[in-house]
Each structure stands twice: as C-alpha cells, then as structure tokens.
C-alpha cells in the first residue's frame, strides 16, 4: 500500500506565502508524476501543477508566475511553493502521485491521492 501524508496548509493574508509538502511511502517501486489538485467548495477539482519523473513541470494558467513545483526524488516528495496568494486560491489541496508498484510479479502503475491539507487566503 501507498500512503501520500500532505502538510504545510493554513491560513494566510492575501499576497503571502505557503508552501505545502507531500511524501510518497510504501511500496514503491517508482514515481512516474507527482502534483497538485485543489477544490473549492461548489466547485470541481482541478489540476494546480504537476512533475514528471525527468523534471518536466505543468502547471494550470491561473498559478502560473506564482506556483513552483519541485519534486526530491530521493525522499519520494513533492512541494509546491505558492507566493502572492489571492482569496480564490483558497481550496483543499491534494496531493496526487502515479506510482508503479510491483503486484503478483509484474509491475503496474496506480494512482493515489493524499488526504488534503487546507489553503485559506484572507482578503
């Protein structure tokens, strides 16, 4: 089993800072993407930012300039550095992780998701 324990929510001011963090453990074999997701209340989850294995990062156009995702591959974590925070950022963040595990003998890939850590932007 796979276990995605998020941290680093919280309440903030509108301009500031959060960064939020995001470790993968279990059986692993290994990441292929790890990212991002938040949901508003009313309102459908949606891609924030996401890395690939090999670096390459994609992020949604409304967090663009202000969201950096960086991932350690060696502690099989993900963060996401989030500045000049606005009151429509506030979400619940999820972290999500397409990870290849070994099962009956050949590997596959799941995907996963954390419980979600709480992002509020104050006006």
């Known amino acids: 089993q796979v276990r995605l324990v998020e941290s680093g929510g919280g309440l903030v001011q509108a301009g500031g800072s959060l960064k939020l963090s995001c470790a993968a453990s279990?059986?692993?074999?290994?990441?292929?993407?790890m990212g991002w997701y938040r949901q508003a209340p009313g309102k459908q989850r949606e891609l924030v930012a996401q890395?690939?294995?090999?670096?390459?990062?994609n992020y949604a156009d409304f967090v663009k300039d202000r969201f950096i995702i960086s991932r350690d591959n060696a502690a099989n974590t993900v963060y996401l550095q989030m500045n000049s925070l606005k009151p429509e950022d506030t979400a619940l963040y999820y972290c999500?992780?397409?990870?290849?595990?070994?099962?009956?003998?050949?590997?596959?890939?799941?995907?996963?998701w954390g419980q979600g850590t709480q992002v509020t932007v104050s006006s």
């Open positions: 890395v690939v294995s090999g670096g390459s990062t």
């Open positions: 279990g059986s692993i074999v290994s990441i292929n993407r």
């Open positions: 999500n992780a397409l990870i290849t595990q070994e099962k009956l003998g050949s590997l596959r890939s799941f995907q996963y």
